[in-house]
Every structure is written in C-alpha cells, then in structure tokens.
C-alpha cells in the first residue's frame, strides 16, 4: 500500500508530509503480498504559534479514510481542522476543537488534504496527534472474506486476539496521550509555582530590608549642629 507522502508546496513551515521516525505505517505482511493494505500513519507534531500546518495523502476512489487528532500541549488545548479534496472542496471544518474524528469515503481519487491551523494564536504553540488511516484494515485470514466453511478453533482464537491486541492498542495510545497532556500540565504548574517562590523570596528581601532601615531610623541619635556666632 502507499505511505503517507509529502508534496511539494509554497511555504516549508506550513506543508510538511508523513515522514520517517516519527510515523509508524502499518501495512500487510510480507507474507502475504497479495493482501490489500491499510496504510495508517500516526504522528505528533510542534505547531507554532500563528501557523499553519498542512499534510498530503493520495485517496483512490471509493476507499475510505479517517483522521483522529487531539491537542496535547498548549494554550486551552485547541485547534483548527479541515479536509480539502482534490478539488479543493473543503469536506471537513472545525474550529477550536481540542479533539475530533473525521471518516469519508473518497468520491474522487486524487490527494487529499488535511491542515491544522494555530493562527487565531499570537502566543500559545501547541503540540497535536494525529492518526491517519487509509482503507479497511485487511482480514487477519488471507481467505477470510470469501470462505463459506465455520472458522476452526484456531482461527476464532487468534481472531479474538487480534481484536483483543487492537483494544490494547488504542487503549495505550489514549493513555499515552493522557500522561503526555498531564506531565505538560504538571511541568507548567511546577514552572509556575517555582516563579512564583522566587517571586516571594525576592519581595520578603526587600521588605525586610526596608523594615531594619526603618527601625534603625528610629534609634539613631541625631546631634543638633551648633554655629560659632562671631560678633
């Protein structure tokens, strides 16, 4: 199956495609070339401030896709989303949406287009996570789609622990992402209480300071200054 891929476009900061480490693809086994693919593409990215980032995948017609996204860091945790088609058709739009999922089956085939926008922010950059599938997951059984005969005891098992693996999966994603957006919670809040002490330490110098100036104003003895008058 193909892999998510990037298309050349206008400004590098905003278009960028599914690339290398930071994308895991899933598709059919070696063994099984024959096995039709379902290309899934997960990323997590840094979008500045008053930016806009844009991502490509080539969609033949009739072939579903979906996309689920959640802001992890930033701001109040929200971003704007759309979907254009190969005709420029905008098929999806949210605005401000701290997560969303999108599912559409391509009525035309072409590459489609996907963007996360953080312009309506002067100054929260955000970080975002993004799952990107394309087609139906293919059948863990190469014949399992077109055979008549029951499943043997063997198949329903290993096919009850793919389902149960998948549950997994997800699970651990969803958990990750909690523990990502909790650690960032917690690391703004220590950042915060940290200034805030050195704030308060500063302040009580300063008062103190002033108060033992004050006091010793007090108890200092000021001696009169006499004039020699010269008659």
């Known amino acids: 199956g193909r892999s998510a891929r990037a298309r050349p476009s206008g400004r590098d900061r905003e278009h960028h495609g ?15 070339p024959a096995r039709p693919s379902s290309p899934r593409g997960e990323l997590t990215f840094e979008l500045p401030d008053n930016a806009k980032q844009c991502f490509h995948e080539e969609v033949e017609q009739g072939v579903k896709f979906s996309l689920d996204y959640q802001v992890i ?8 989303c759309y979907v254009e088609d190969p005709q420029g058709n905008t098929i999806y739009r949210e605005t401000k949406k701290q ?21 309506f922010s ?10 990107f599938q394309v087609g139906d997951e293919p059948p863990i059984l190469p014949d399992m789609g077109n055979r008549v005969t029951a499943l043997t005891q063997m198949e329903s098992a290993c096919v009850t ?3 149960a693996l998948k549950t997994v999966i997800d699970s651990q994603t969803h ?3 909690r523990e990502a957006q909790d650690r960032a919670r917690a690391e703004d809040l220590n950042s915060r209480v940290s200034y805030w002490s050195v704030g308060e330490t ?4 300063v008062v103190s300071f002033s108060q033992v100036l004050l006091l010793k104003s007090f108890f200092t003895e000021k001696r009169p200054v006499s004039r020699a008058v010269h008659s």
Do not use: M, W
């Open 202 to 205: 500063i302040a009580l110098f």
């Open 73 to 80: 860091t930033g701001g109040h945790y929200d971003v704007d």
């Open 175 to 177: 958990y990750r992402l």
């Open 122 to 131: 002067t100054f929260s950059h955000k970080t975002v996570y993004f799952d």
């Open 99 to 119: 997560y969303d999922s999108f599912t559409h089956r391509a009525e035309v085939k072409g590459v489609y287009q996907f963007c996360f926008s953080n312009e």
């Open 161 to 163: 622990i793919h389902e």
């Open 18 to 32: 599914l690339r290398g480490r930071a994308l895991r693809l899933r598709a059919a086994p070696a063994a099984a």
